[in-house]
């Protein structure tokens, strides 16, 4: 028999009823599911943490992937904003961590270490919010940590109801959920309810719900690097609303599902195949031909 699906909604409800934080109610469901500590568990995100940091750091190189197709994005934009002259229409904190979440997109692309957080396509989402809010936000280390307990439960659950394979949902499955965790995570850092962490969770899958999953010569490269710089916003974009007060029609398990929905209902052709999209445009299909000849 099927077991019941793992719900947000109920575990908010759970948090709301004990009066506890999101991060709280989360650390005492893992602790007991991992039969660990909670300063074990805490150690273990800090671990990560680091990783993330480094994953940024290396991108931010300017480093290449092996392919030649990307790479240095993340610095251009970091260097071009470091200009008095320049606009800065997105404001630090969201331009920030855009330019992280490339950062680590060009660093996976070139092989360097990284979370997939929660796959290597959508890796840099997570670290690009969460590095972003700690420097403008002077968020700590363990708020980080308990940050990171919260996006691993959005993503359990997402993993759970739906899918986090861009194979099998398209990118609203990848880069969309990574959007939704960090968005989650967010909220939760930022000193939100379980409520408005959900709220979160539904405002950013609205937004990327049917995003396909199209990458040129099936690298994990165009477009996938530049939506995670997106997907960074997109997060940010729905903490804000949440924090604000704004409230989703649509509640945060039933926006999972319904990104599932969506994801059956793609062709095969825009799950990860190159089989169109982005993938099957003339630039790229020229490119790939020259590439694997």
């Known amino acids: 028999m099927r077991k019941e699906k793992l719900s947000l909604n ?11 934080t999101l991060q709280e109610f989360l650390l005492d469901y893992n602790t007991e599911q991992l039969e660990c500590t909670r300063e074990e568990l805490l150690v273990k995100m800090e671990e990560m943490l680091k990783v993330m940091e480094a994953s940024i750091a290396f991108g931010l190189t300017g480093v290449r992937s092996h392919s ?5 994005d993340a610095k251009k934009v970091k260097e071009a904003s470091e200009n008095g002259a320049f606009p800065d229409v997105l404001g630090a904190k969201v331009k920030d961590a855009m330019i992280y979440a490339m950062a680590v997109g060009e660093c996976n692309a070139a092989m360097g270490r990284i979370v997939a957080a929660p796959t290597a396509g959508a890796s840099g989402v997570l670290p690009g ?3 972003s809010l700690k420097e403008h936000c002077h968020l700590s280390e363990r ?21 986090l394979a861009g194979a099998t949902g398209g990118c609203q499955a990848e880069c969309g959920s990574a959007a939704a965790m960090a968005a989650g995570a967010a909220v939760a850092m930022l000193g939100g309810s379980p409520t408005q962490v959900g709220y979160a969770v539904a405002i950013a899958f609205k937004n ?3 995003l396909v999953c199209d990458p040129v010569a099936g690298l994990v490269e165009v477009p996938c690097i530049k939506r995670n710089g997106s997907c960074a916003v997109q997060a940010l974009t729905a903490a804000e609303l949440a924090l604000a007060g704004i409230t989703s029609f649509i509640p ?42």
Do not use: H
Not at 146 to 161: F, K, M, P
């Open 10 to 20: 109920k575990w908010i409800s759970m948090a709301e009823e004990k009066g506890q």
């Open 68 to 72: 030649g197709l990307t790479g240095g």
């Open 129 to 131: 919010v969460f590095a």
């Open 143 to 163: 708020t980080l940590a308990e940050g990171l307990v919260v996006a691993g439960g959005i993503g359990l659950v997402i993993a759970d109801r739906a899918s």
């Open 208 to 210: 990327v719900l049917g």
């Open 252 to 293: 945060a398990d039933e926006a999972i599902d319904a990104m599932k929905s969506v994801g059956d209902s793609l062709p095969c052709a825009f799950k990860e195949t190159a089989g169109g999209g982005m993938a099957t445009t003339p630039t790229a299909l020229a490119w790939a031909k020259k590439y694997f000849s």
